[in-house]
């Protein structure tokens, strides 16, 4: 810019406008008629001056078809022409093109004004704008037209790579095709001979709780008839057991209560001897002290006090049950909750007499930390202490706290007989007094085996059971057989199986239909893959759901091809949907390259005080699917330039051999 200025004002000088005046004058004489015309223009000023060349009066008709001119009037510097097409080579006229040849590189346009203005114009890299000799241009053609055509080949060879994949992805697409409709087919048979098992397994579940319901019900007579004979010997026996752990609670309680009376007389010592005198013998004998302390302790835990202890149990008094045979289990089960409470009440007794025996056994430790004479003068000098160790020592050797003979001054329980909680439960298989080969239990037997067995067993007996038909198992299959009519079940080993074990009859039932409903989704998933609109060729659905992302400045942007486009913060923090995929093409208008080369994500999560987020995505060829850019033209409405191969295509090809020439779309042909 500050040479063209320094041109122009030099211009203005006066011996400048003559030396170009005269220069110009020279050069109109000699200018060839046929300079700054475009080869597409050049047939019509050929045959004018081809024709001037044999005839002096021949004329050029102006391109606008104003009027004709003399063929010498060409590039005379003169504007003859309305629409300046005499002017071509000179900047006589306005608004005229000046072409410049670029041999060895391409041919380019620039306004005829720059002609001869002493300025080298980078689009003639001839340097034939400037033929008035007032600066020289180098021709610099060879060495920019070898560096474009080398940039050529390299995007040459990018846009024949991509379309080689493309070409991938529209087979790809094919045999997806393909492959998705037998797989549909396949999935949908499977579904429907799922539907069909399920079907049959619900009718075998049925006839399998039949069964159960009637074996329960067998074995639950079975185990009141059981009861009515084993449960009055039960109960007798869980009653004697219960007294004696009463007998255990009351000897316990009354262990409890000697010990704490022994310590107590212990604690009387502070009663006796002067308060600094008492102080002084615990600080002096740590024994003592650690007894005291420990006592206290067991008293404030245990609420000890002189109306009343809960170290020891209340013992209530028990419900007298009839003699009668009626409500057993009632009777059977109130006894033994009871007697779980006496255990419980032995154990806590227990532990309290092993807590009173530590505290005494640590103040009998005081023997061992005085020497032999010191600790009998102690003794002799507080009779308390005295009266304390003997009466500890006359406790065990009369509970065997000692080691000695004699009965314990604790209860070890003894394990409780198991059949009595048994006789509680039903009947085992094992027990119960169930035919399970009986064709009236049998759900796989017919109803006429059932009957017929069933009469000819009540003959053979005389028909002396004439209960029989009230609790007959034959009911339930003829229940099931008017509640099924139609049923034609498969006999195979597994349903054979399943009618008698009605929790695995459940069991498969709930895997066949998890099992079909997890085809029914693998089958809607490929419908919807199905159903996508990939492109006139399928281009896209080797790709489709595929991610890419970019990073740009403290986000990182991702769209999934037919999926969601997100927004997530670099440094942490959830995600923004940006918009699902809604349709092809641009935001707005029609786009001369087609829809395919368009993605619009739309409905993303609503902007504050704004629009819903959305995404238009902007397709360019390449070798490989990338972000390239992303930017936020209005608020809350992004735009990206993607690069993919699924929108490269011949015409590009073709496009680049008319601009780089025929060497560089050989080359890129002949990869493909």
């Not at 000897?251 to 107590?264: A, T």
């Not at 035919?435 to 003959?459: E, F, K, M, Q, R």
């Not at 595929?546 to 990073?551: A, G, N, Q, T």
């Not at 015409?651 to 780089?660: F, H």
Request: charged letters at 30%; glycine letters at 6%; aromatic letters at 6%.
């Amino acid at each position: 810019m500050k040479l063209r200025q320094l041109s122009i004002k030099c211009m203005y000088t006066p011996l400048l406008l003559v030396l170009v005046a005269a220069a110009t004058a020279a050069f109109s004489a000699r200018i060839n008629p046929l300079l700054g015309v475009h080869p597409n223009r050049l047939v019509a000023y050929r045959a004018a001056v081809a024709s001037g060349s044999d005839d002096i009066a021949a004329t050029f008709a102006c391109l606008d078809g104003s009027r004709s001119i003399s063929v010498s009037s060409l590039n005379d510097d003169y504007c003859d022409c309305d629409d300046g097409s005499d002017e071509a080579g000179t900047s006589a006229c306005s608004d005229v093109k000046f072409y410049c040849q670029n041999k060895n590189h391409i041919g380019a346009e620039i306004p005829s004004s720059r002609v001869n203005d002493g300025i080298c114009d980078p689009e003639c890299c001839d340097g034939s704008d400037e033929y008035s000799g007032l600066i020289q241009c180098e021709n610099v053609c060879e060495k920019i037209g070898a560096e474009f055509k080398r940039k050529q080949r390299e995007k040459m060879h990018l846009l024949s790579k991509g379309l080689k994949i493309k070409h991938d992805y529209i087979a790809h697409a094919k045999k997806a095709r393909a492959d998705r409709k037998i797989k549909m087919k396949d999935l949908d048979a499977q579904v429907y001979n799922l539907t069909a098992r399920i079907d049959e397994l619900k009718v075998v579940k049925d006839q399998a709780e039949l069964y159960e319901a009637h074996l329960n019900a067998l074995r639950a007579q079975q185990t009141a008839e059981a009861n009515q004979q084993i449960l009055p010997d039960r109960i007798a026996r869980c009653n004697e057991r219960k007294q004696m752990l009463r007998g255990d609670v009351s000897f316990l309680n009354e262990r409890v209560l000697e010990l704490q009376r022994i310590l107590d007389n212990f604690m009387g010592l502070k009663y006796v001897e002067e308060g600094a005198a008492y102080e002084a013998l615990l600080r002096d004998k740590p024994v003592l002290q650690q007894t005291a302390q420990r006592y206290e302790d067991f008293k404030e835990q245990w609420k000890v006090t002189g109306t009343g202890s809960e170290s020891v149990v209340t013992l209530e008094e028990e419900l007298v049950e009839d003699t009668s045979l009626t409500n057993l289990p009632e009777k059977m089960s109130r006894c033994l909750d009871r007697k779980g409470v006496l255990r419980g009440n032995v154990e806590f007794l227990n532990a309290r007499v092993l807590e009173l025996q530590a505290i005494l056994d640590a103040f009998m430790g005081l023997r061992d930390v005085e020497d032999l004479a010191a600790y009998e003068v102690l003794l002799r000098d507080k009779p308390i202490l005295q009266q304390t160790a003997h009466r500890y020592e006359s406790f065990k050797s009369q509970w065997k706290a000692d080691g000695s003979g004699g009965r314990e001054s604790t209860v070890t329980l003894e394990d409780e007989p198991a059949d009595e909680a048994a006789a509680l439960t039903v009947i085992t298989a094992s027990d119960a007094i169930v035919d399970l080969n009986d064709p009236c239990v049998d759900p796989a037997a017919s109803i006429w085996s059932c009957i017929s067995t069933s009469v000819l067993g009540l003959s053979k007996s005389g028909f002396g059971l004439l209960t029989y038909p009230t609790r007959w198992p034959g009911w339930a299959k003829i229940r099931s057989n008017l509640r099924n009519p139609f049923v034609r079940l498969s006999r195979s080993e597994e349903d054979e199986l399943l009618r008698k074990d009605a929790g695995r009859a459940r069991t498969r039932l709930s895997e066949v239909e998890n099992e079909k409903r997890e085809l029914e989704q693998k089958l809607d998933e490929v419908k919807r893959k199905d159903s996508l609109d990939t492109g006139l060729q399928g281009e896209w659905d080797k790709i489709a759901d595929e991610c890419i992302s970019i990073d740009s400045f403290e986000y990182n942007y991702s769209i999934c091809f037919l999926g969601d486009a997100t927004q997530t913060p670099k440094n942490g923090g959830g995600g923004t949907n940006l918009g699902k995929f809604s349709r092809w093409g641009p935001r707005a208008g029609n786009t001369l390259l087609g829809k395919y080369h368009y993605m619009m994500f739309e409905n993303g999560q609503h902007c504050w005080n704004g629009p819903h987020r959305s995404v238009e995505v902007a397709f360019e060829c390449g070798p490989e699917n990338k972000i390239l850019t992303v930017s936020e033209p209005s608020k809350c409405e992004y735009a990206m330039r993607v690069q993919s191969p699924a929108v490269c295509d011949e015409k590009m090809l073709a496009d680049e051999k008319r601009v780089g020439g025929d060497d560089s779309a050989d080359s890129a042909h002949a990869e493909l």
